[in-house]
């Protein structure tokens, strides 16, 4: 069986039954065959560092003038993304999905929405400082009542009770409040 070796040389190949160094069979090579493929391998890999070496050598000068060009990395990216943004930008997906955000945007919908939720901004605003300024009003009033005397057999009304009273006024506040902003939406 004739094959083509690297460069383009014909080698006549001979099979013969031979256990390599790896324990592994090759497929019936012969002696001269196996040396011959050896030498190959042996100048494939030597090209392949010189490749490496010499690309190596040119990515160094090609970085050189990028750098006195003063294109950076940065700049590279930066270029790029500029690039992509306008080309996004002029796509027609992105054309037909601004159009129909900006009709979306201006429709009467979205104006009386908008519309809506300041009135219901502002009721609410305005329902929460009429609640801070009760239940301000009824800490007042707690404070000012007097602080309970030592128990006796005579006293009728107890401190929880009294809480119970002020807590209970300042529960009716913040229903009436919340009833007001339940009405006005």
Do not use: C
């Not at 383009?8 to 002696?31: F, H, Q, T």
């Not at 990028?66 to 950076?72: D, I, W, Y």
């Not at 590279?76 to 900006?102: C, F, R």
């Not at 006024?169 to 409040?177: F, N, Q, R």
């Amino acid at each position: 069986m004739d094959q083509q070796g690297y460069g383009g040389a014909s080698s006549s190949m001979r099979y013969s039954p031979r256990v390599m160094e790896n324990g592994i069979s090759p497929p019936n090579l012969s002696e001269e065959d196996i040396d011959y493929l050896r030498t190959e391998l042996t100048k494939a890999e030597d090209e392949i560092q010189t490749l490496r070496q010499v690309l190596l050598v040119k990515e160094k000068y090609a970085t050189e003038i990028r750098s006195e060009l003063g294109l950076t990395p940065f700049s590279n990216i930066k270029q790029n993304l500029s690039k992509g943004w306008q080309e996004v930008q002029t796509s027609t997906p992105y054309l037909t999905a601004s159009a129909t955000l900006d009709d979306i945007s201006n429709s009467n919908i979205v104006a009386r929405t908008r519309e809506s939720l300041f009135h219901a901004g502002h009721v609410t605003s305005s329902a929460l400082s009429n609640m801070g300024v009760s239940i301000t009003r009824r800490l007042a009033d707690m404070r000012a009542l007097p602080l309970p005397s030592p128990p006796r057999l005579s006293h009728t009304v107890s401190v929880p009770s009294m809480r119970h009273s002020a807590l209970k006024s300042l529960d009716e506040v913040v229903g009436s409040v919340k009833d007001r902003v339940s009405g006005f939406t």
